[in-house]
């Protein structure tokens, strides 16, 4: 999920054309094998999707699907083809004037009633689907919150986050970092790394020294 609503229309089919190359096999396939249920509904047509990456907007369709957006979640209707089709299809500028109707409209951001059922794991995975298609600084942030704040640094989510955003969007995940924790991601870094791997984190983020 992440990867497929993080990366640009090109970067997510140069890593699917990467994939096939690698595993002999497509992306959809393996998607497709190994979930079952919603979560196969909703990531199948996440990897498999080409979205249009202009900023039109058409603010009648954003009314109308916001509209539409509100009666399947509130008939818990979560798993819709309709509500999926639109995450999963609709341009990441087009979904942000959708989802801006909706908490206009009913007076709720989208997550808080994605929020029904908190231990639902396929509500949660929507609630990520949303944040990274529209705010994935969000996101990032809190992938790094538990990976550093954790026992124990989860160095996996550590790097890739750093070097995957380094040169797109480290700047507004820091300001998100500092805002949501009270301090500057930089300096977790130090308290949570040593040596080379500290230093490679920090350039990467772009260490201010105080």
């Known amino acids: ?9 090109n970067e997510l089919l140069l890593a699917r054309q990467a994939y096939h190359a690698r595993f002999k096999k497509s992306l959809e396939e ?24 202009g900023d039109e907007v058409n603010m009648t369709l954003a009314k109308s699907e916001a509209k539409m957006l509100h009666e399947k979640i509130s008939n818990k209707a979560y798993s819709d083809e309709e509500l999926i089709r639109i995450l999963a299809t609709r341009s990441k500028t087009q979904i942000n004037a959708t989802l801006n109707q ?4 009913f007076g709720n951001d989208i997550n808080k009633d994605l ?15 949303v944040k990274c ?3 994935p600084e969000k996101y990032f ?3 790094l919150r538990l990976a550093i704040n954790n026992r124990g640094t989860d160095e996996g989510a550590l790097t890739r986050v750093v070097t995957t955003r380094a040169e797109i969007d ?8 500092q805002r949501r924790n009270s301090i500057p991601l930089d300096r977790a870094i130090v308290k949570d790394t040593h040596g080379d791997y500290e230093e490679l984190l920090l350039e990467l983020v772009g260490h201010e020294d105080a």
Do not use: W
Not at 30 to 53: C, E, I, M, N
Not at 115 to 129: M, Q, S
């Open 1 to 9: 999920m992440e990867i497929a609503c993080t990366r640009s229309s």
């Open 30 to 53: 393996d998607v497709a094998h190994q979930t079952s249920g919603d979560f196969r509904k909703l990531l199948f047509p996440l990897v498999s999707s080409y979205r249009y990456g």
């Open 102 to 105: 909706y908490k206009n409209e």
């Open 115 to 129: 929020k029904a059922d908190p231990k639902d794991e396929f509500l949660a995975l929507l609630r990520a689907t």
């Open 133 to 135: 298609l529209t705010r």
């Open 141 to 143: 942030e809190k992938v």
């Open 170 to 177: 480290m700047k507004l995940i820091k300001d998100e970092y």
